[in-house]
């Protein structure tokens, strides 16, 4: 007869053999006895956060690093209820999480008992999946299902809510065996017609662009490579969504920057007047396409993309490719080189007329700023962040706001899953738990979050989780005293109505990383700058970076509301010339 | 609207909106329901009527008939929506004009009147299969099926003989001949 396992036990046999090293948490009641398990698995590493929701965005964290699903443990009632956002935050950028939550026990389920709530009910809006165990001897099935959920087609967050008696009650356990066919969930069914129809439209192509997003990161790191390997063999110019940052270089010339909202005015303009659009796992999100109805008039559109339900949401296109990325782009290439030989030279004529549009659209350099030499322009500090790290392996994560966009447009990476943020749910104080987590998977690397002050201050007390595990994470935080991006559509959209958007009172941050055990360091010019960040790269311990920027400063380019993406608003000296007016200002 | 500061764009152009019925096959499990009507309210599709019932007891799957109307890009999300659920098995689309599918409800009306009155309620309905379920000497409940939009016309027509009460099942769907959707 087989051994007979608590249900706290089985938790930790499927983590086992899930490969999970790290687990974020909280205890509480009802997860009592899986806590009492943690001392019997040395395998499982378990991580004790100051809040829930910091447990959800350092696994997060540690998922969107690593391509590893992200395990975290929290109790029922107010554990389960703070982990929603984070929870949210994965579904919204598609980042596998596995939420186990505790349950009171089974006969007090609805009876409003002590920290009761409805686990499965709150979170089944946000999760792809969810399960409450009613019988201990489908616990095990049920996880091993729920990785399987959280892992394939297109990532998310899943949540087994396992209530206290189920966690004592005993059975058999199963070991895990790795189904071969996903429940027709998984789609991977595009044919090689499709891939034809697009080497056709590649080839007949005069004005290409390869629009890139998130789904080519979460397709692994073998994805950024074909990716690379496409957009170089056919020369084509290529922008990338916030969430697809890395998968491409970004120091590389055929790359226009970001896109979108508060992308450069290359990649906007590229966009408009192209007649070839190729989406490469990305999702055609609101703030990038503008005003839908006049977004990108002039193209035949292509949609990769791993979820059919992503296809024609929003935009309508010329031609659907279902499947994961790695698989359509390996097709891609193979049918590409066959047909195909010194494409990009010879064809390198019928796309030079768009490539020199191009280079006049760059020549307005969109990025560049009025710099100052008494205050430290925010934008200034994310390019000297950039040099003083590139060549470490630098992992980013950000908060929510100005700061965030700095990042994406000054900051270059080079890599995939080196650049954490949240960028569907726009969630503020996701970056500092993200860097707890990223750097517990990364013990070695630098890891950085670049954050506002308004944000960072919603889950600063994840530092003391960093200060308790030595994770040398680096807090460095653009301080501008105001929720800088309400500040600016208060500015730009409200008359200058700067409605609570100001913080009167805010800590010293240098004094509140003294309180935490870590490293509080100041710069105030742009002359100190970088010998700060320098003293700030060489500490081997947490640090709180207070940098304070210029307080006004806005965050240009920028569609600005209502817009198609050929009317850009440019930096301060353009901006005279184009007011947002009535209609418009709904947009943004 | 005009002046609204929301952050977010105005609709774009709408197209016309068709009444579809989507059914779909589901595993009878706590929650399932909750989970496909959450997909409409969350993602503000219409429900217009629904009906469930477990099909298959062996395998444990419910049918779930839904009458919704929507543009057709609408209808497209709310397919692809609802086959992304880990307990949806498939789901099938059905223009209320398809000649190939039938569609029909099952309606209870309560008629409090005098006899005369009763008489030509159930006469009315005669063309809907009517059953007499319950009779008294001042009441009676008719069993019809018919048409949505029949039995919409019916509750209306009928006050006049003194309807009092309507219980309806929502439509269900099936396709003619000897074909079935996979």
């Known amino acids: 007869m087989s051994k007979l396992y608590s249900g706290a036990e089985i938790v930790f046999k499927c983590l086992e053999d899930q490969n999970v090293s790290h687990i974020f948490g909280y205890p509480g009641g009802a997860v009592l006895p899986i806590y009492d398990e943690l001392k019997n698995f040395n395998s499982v590493k378990h991580i004790l956060v100051r809040h829930e929701q910091g447990a959800g965005h350092a696994a997060e964290g540690y998922a969107r690093s690593t391509g590893k699903p992200g395990v975290l443990l929290v109790t029922s009632g107010p554990g389960a209820t703070n982990a929603v956002t984070a929870l949210t935050d994965a579904y919204m950028d598609s980042v596998p999480l596995v939420c186990i939550t505790g349950q009171v026990p089974t006969h007090l389920i609805g009876t409003d008992a002590f920290q009761e709530c409805d686990t499965t009910g709150i979170t089944r809006p946000c999760t792809k999946h969810n399960w409450l165990v009613k019988d201990v001897n489908d616990l095990a099935k049920i996880i091993h299902k729920a990785f399987e959920v959280a892992t394939t087609g297109r990532p998310g967050p899943v949540l087994v809510d396992i209530p206290k008696d189920i966690q004592f009650q005993k059975a058999k356990y199963k070991l895990y065996t790795k189904p071969k066919k996903l429940n027709g969930k998984s789609h991977d069914n595009f044919s090689q017609k499709n891939i034809d129809d697009l080497i056709e439209l590649i080839s007949k192509s005069r004005r290409p662009i390869f629009y890139t997003g998130g789904g080519v990161i979460n397709s692994g790191a073998k994805a950024s490579d074909l990716l690379r390997e496409l957009v170089y063999a056919t020369g084509f110019p290529i922008t990338s969504t916030l969430q697809g940052l890395g998968c491409f270089p970004a120091d590389d010339n055929q790359f226009l920057g970001m896109l979108g909202m508060h992308g450069t005015y290359e990649a906007n303009n590229a966009m408009y007047s192209c007649d070839l659009m190729i989406n490469v796992g990305a999702r055609f999100d609101d703030r990038i396409t503008g005003k839908i109805d006049e977004f990108s008039p002039k193209s035949k559109k292509v949609h990769i993309d791993i979820d059919p339900s992503s296809i024609n949401k929003n935009v309508k296109v010329d031609l659907a490719i279902v499947g994961d990325i790695k698989s359509v782009l390996t097709t891609t290439l193979k049918t590409f080189k066959k047909s195909k030989k010194n494409f990009s030279k010879s064809n390198k004529h019928q796309i030079s007329n768009w490539w020199e549009q191009i280079q006049k659209w760059r020549s307005k350099r969109s990025l560049d700023y009025i710099g100052s030499e008494e205050t430290i322009k925010p934008q200034y500090a994310i390019e000297r962040l950039y040099e003083l790290t590139k060549d470490k392996d630098t992992y980013i994560t950000t908060e929510v706001g100005q700061h965030q966009m700095w990042a994406a447009q000054h900051y270059k990476f080079n890599k995939p899953n080196r650049w954490m943020t949240s960028g569907g749910l726009g969630t503020m104080g996701y970056g500092l738990p993200a860097a707890v987590g990223v750097q517990i998977a990364h013990p070695k690397k630098l890891v950085i979050d670049i954050a506002g002050e308004a944000s960072v201050l919603m889950t600063m007390q994840e530092m003391s989780t960093a200060v308790q595990y030595n994770l040398p994470i680096k807090i460095f935080i653009l301080n501008n005293e105001y929720m800088g991006m309400v500040r600016q559509w208060q500015e730009l959209l409200h008359d200058k109505n700067y409605s609570e958007s100001y913080t009167a009172a805010l800590p010293d941050f240098v004094k509140m990383a003294e309180a935490y055990g870590c490293v509080g360091i100041r710069a105030k010019t742009p002359e100190e700058l970088d010998d700060k960040i320098i003293e700030m790269l060489n500490s081997d311990r947490p640090v709180i970076f207070d940098c304070l920027v210029d307080k006004q400063e806005n965050c240009f380019p920028m569609i600005p509301s209502g817009k198609p993406h050929n009317q850009m608003l440019l930096g301060p000296k353009d901006q005279k010339e184009k007011k947002i007016t009535g209609k418009g200002r709904t947009l943004v | ?182």
């Open chain 2, 1 to 182: 609207m005009a002046n609204s500061k929301s952050a977010y764009s105005f609709a774009g152009k709408k197209q016309k909106p068709d009444t579809h019925i989507i059914v779909v096959w589901v595993d009878n499990e706590a929650g399932v329901l909750a989970r496909v009507v959450g997909l409409f309210s969350g993602r503000g599709y219409n429900i217009e009527s629904l009906a469930v019932a477990e099909v298959d007891q062996k395998q444990n799957i419910s049918r779930i008939t839904i009458v919704t109307t929507g543009t057709p890009q609408v209808i497209d999300q709310i397919k692809l929506q609802l086959k992304k659920l880990v307990p949806v098995h498939k789901v099938a689309d059905f223009k209320r004009e398809d000649k190939n599918v039938i569609f029909k409800e099952m309606a209870l009306f309560k008629f409090v009147a005098n006899n005369g009155k009763l008489n030509k309620a159930f006469k009315a309905c005669k063309n809907y299969n009517p059953v007499i379920l319950d009779k008294t000497n001042k009441s009676n409940v008719i069993q019809i099926t018919a048409l949505r939009r029949e039995i919409d016309s019916m509750s209306k027509n009928l006050k006049k003989f003194g309807l009092v009460s309507v219980s309806r099942t929502g439509a269900v769907a099936m396709t003619r001949g000897s074909e079935i959707f996979k």
